[in-house]
């Protein structure tokens, strides 16, 4: 089984649900920068990605010796791991399994409890869930960390397409606190591999950039990432799109038996009488498994897509609960 979404390779003509992209694809502008400076391809990338963490501490509104560019969340994860070298994480399941990864990848344990735990990390919004800590949550859980010398891993991969604040706005007062963030979500830009994490202890974030591969994140990337933050009405078009598309996407869900967690992101978490991701598999849909989330095989996680691959969606699982006398 996966342990995670996005792998179509070798499947054929799949319509792919398992990965939380935007629908509404790649900018414009970030599209025609790239094509614009595709020469610039053939040189090394800026090891420093100083354009690009300019725009970051513009768009963040954070000094530019908080930011850690990487190639991805995920390259994140691993250099937290190998900086601060856990010997337990306390992560609470249903999470993201990227996190446990890390850990585990550097020597460590992964327990659901805080005892004894020198990391925690937590997804806000939770992936698969969707449903988003409030901040006063999110300082509960920063005292908790803070009142055993433990660090915050504080995923907002997917915050963009919710309207909730983030809480780069707590760096400042808690210096344990990391906050890793993506861009490839929201400008659909996957394959380039593009996130930053934003510390206050600038010393960790010195050490979280030095402890990665030398030129981890690309031209194409650093490229990208500058011409995303520049676009003013992105995130919000895309916000308004989603929650529509959202809405309708769970409102079919329940029609066919299913049971869904209101969640706020531009994913939905459900759970099926059956196992659902084979039979939509055979009929070219792929959904996101759940089992590497802690959860057993009746919960699937799907993306939120247009309004003709939701419709399309749908049908299939009615097809499949029909069939089954549902």
Same mark, same amino acid.
């Given at each position: ?6 792998d179509? =390779? ?25 094509r ?26 954070v000094?530019?010796? +908080?930011?850690?560019? %990487? ?24 999470? =993201?399994?990227g996190?446990? &990864?890390?850990?585990?990848?550097? @020597? ?17 919004p ?14 509960a ?9 433990? &660090? ?9 397409? %919710?309207? *909730? ?9 808690h ?12 400008? #659909? ?7 930053y994490g934003?510390?206050?202890? %600038? ?6 950039? #030095?402890g990665? *591969?030398? +030129? ?17 009405? +992105?995130?919000?078009? %895309? ?12 409102? @079919? ?6 049971? &869904?967690?209101?969640g706020?992101?531009? =994913?939905?978490l =459900? ?28 919960w ?10 939701? #419709?399309?969606?749908l049908? #299939?699982?009615?097809d499949?609960?029909?069939? &089954?006398?549902?």
């Open positions: 089984m996966m342990q995670h979404g996005g179509t =390779f070798g499947l054929g003509a799949v319509v792919d649900f398992s990965v939380n992209l935007n629908p509404l694809g790649m900018p414009t502008g970030v599209a025609e920068a790239l614009a400076q595709v020469d610039a391809f053939a040189a090394y990338p800026d090891p420093q990605c100083r354009a690009l963490v300019a725009a970051i501490a513009a768009f963040a509104g000094p530019a010796a +908080w930011i850690v560019p %990487t190639a991805g969340a995920s390259d994140l994860f691993v250099r937290i791991g190998m900086a601060l070298k856990p010997r337990r994480a306390c992560i609470v399941p249903p999470e =993201f399994s996190y446990a &990864h890390a850990v585990r990848l550097c @020597g460590g344990t992964v327990s659901a409890q805080m005892a004894g735990a020198q990391i925690r990390f937590v997804s806000r939770n992936n698969p869930a969707g449903m988003v800590m409030t901040l006063d949550e999110v300082g859980c920063l005292d908790e960390c803070e009142r055993q010398g433990a &660090h915050l891993v504080l995923d907002e991969a997917f915050l963009d397409f %919710t309207d *909730a604040p983030s809480a780069v706005a707590l760096c400042a007062a210096p344990r606190l990391i906050v890793a963030r993506s861009l490839t979500k929201m400008y #659909a830009i996957a394959g380039l591999r593009l996130g934003i510390c206050a202890d %600038t010393e960790l974030g010195a050490r979280l950039r #030095a990665g *591969a030398e +030129w981890a994140v690309s031209t194409p990337a650093q490229l990208a990432g500058v011409a995303a933050l520049a676009d003013t009405t +992105w995130v919000a078009r %895309t916000r308004a799109f989603v929650a529509e598309q959202r809405a309708r996407l769970a409102a @079919g869900l329940a029609r066919c038996g299913m049971e &869904h967690i209101s706020e992101a531009n =994913f939905l =459900f759970r099926s009488p059956l196992p659902l991701f084979a039979p939509l598999l055979q009929r070219g849909f792929l959904v996101r498994a759940c089992e590497s989330f802690g959860l057993d095989s009746r699937c996680r799907v993306a939120v897509r247009t309004e003709q691959d939701n #419709a399309a969606l049908a #299939a699982i009615h499949v609960m029909r069939k &089954h006398g549902m």
